[in-house]
Nanobody, 115 residues
Framework: QVQLLESGGGLVQSGGSLRLSCTAS????????MGWYRQAPGTQRELVAT???????NYGDFVKGRFTISRDKAQRSVYLQLNSLTPEDTAVYYC?????????WGQGTQVTVAS
């Protein structure tokens, strides 16, 4: 069984920064693609950013250069640097890892941005 554990969420003032981390445990050597998604109350889960083993990144349109995704060489951990946060970024942020038919999700970490 594969588990993803997120950390780093919390409460921050508008304009502030946070760094989210996600590490995999269990029967997985590495993920082909890892990423972050978010879901605010009453909305659908949306893409924040993904990164492949080759380092190719993809970001949601709303990111606009404020966030940076990275991963470790073992391809079992992924990070998300959040800068210039606004109240609209308030959501639960979920870590995701994919490899073949495996599609794993973390439990989520709350990010709250106060105005």
């Amino acid at each position: 069984q594969v588990q993803l554990l997120e950390s780093g969420g919390g409460l921050v003032q508008s304009g502030g920064s946070l760094r989210l981390s996600c590490t995999a445990s269990g029967r997985i050597l590495s993920f082909t693609t890892m990423g972050w998604y978010r879901q605010a109350p009453g909305t659908q889960r949306e893409l924040v950013a993904t990164i492949t083993g080759g380092g190719y990144t993809n970001y949601g349109d709303f990111v606009k250069g404020r966030f940076t995704i990275s991963r470790d060489k073992a391809q079992r951990s992924v990070y998300l640097q959040l800068n210039s946060l606004t109240p609209e970024d308030t959501a639960v942020y979920y870590c995701n890892g994919r490899s073949g038919e495996l599609n794993a999700w973390g439990q989520g970490t709350q990010v709250t941005v106060a105005s």
